[in-house]
Nanobody, 121 residues
Framework: QVQLVESGGGLVQAGGSLRLSCAASGRTFSSNAVGWFRRAPGKEREFVAAISWNGGSTKYTDSVKGRFTISRDNANTVYLQMNSLEPEDTAVYYC???????????????WGQGTQVTVSS
């Protein structure tokens, strides 16, 4: 079974940037869609972005469109480039793999442990 590990989180000032990585071990996830989700303090986990198995299709939640970019390389890693960060982006960010580029958590069946992103005002 593939194991997912997120990295790249941290503390950044509003307007700054971070790049999150989701790396897989155990087996390749090159045939899977990959999604990023986040859970802010006191809130439910929500969809952020997703990318298809070949990178040809992406989806974003409205609040991050134009600021975040999801991408993947050929080395079993998916990235989430986050620019113009806002305090409202503060959350634990999770990556997950599934079989379709979807916003619903139920479409994903393997999750990482998450990485904390904190944006100060």
């Amino acid at each position: 079974q593939v194991q997912l590990v997120e990295s790249g989180g941290g503390l950044v000032q509003a307007g700054g940037s971070l790049r999150l990585s989701c790396a897989a071990s155990g087996r390749t996830f090159s045939s899977n869609a990959v999604g990023w989700f986040r859970r802010a303090p006191g809130k439910e986990r929500e969809f952020v972005a997703a990318i298809s198995w070949n990178g040809g299709s992406t989806k974003y939640t409205d609040s991050v469109k134009g600021r975040f970019t999801i991408s993947r390389d050929n080395a079993n890693t998916v990235y989430l480039q986050m620019n113009s960060l806002e305090p409202e982006d503060t959350a634990v960010y999770y990556c997950a793999i599934g079989w379709m580029t979807a916003q619903a958590m139920g479409a994903y069946n393997n999750w990482g442990q998450g990485t904390q992103v904190t944006v100060s005002s």
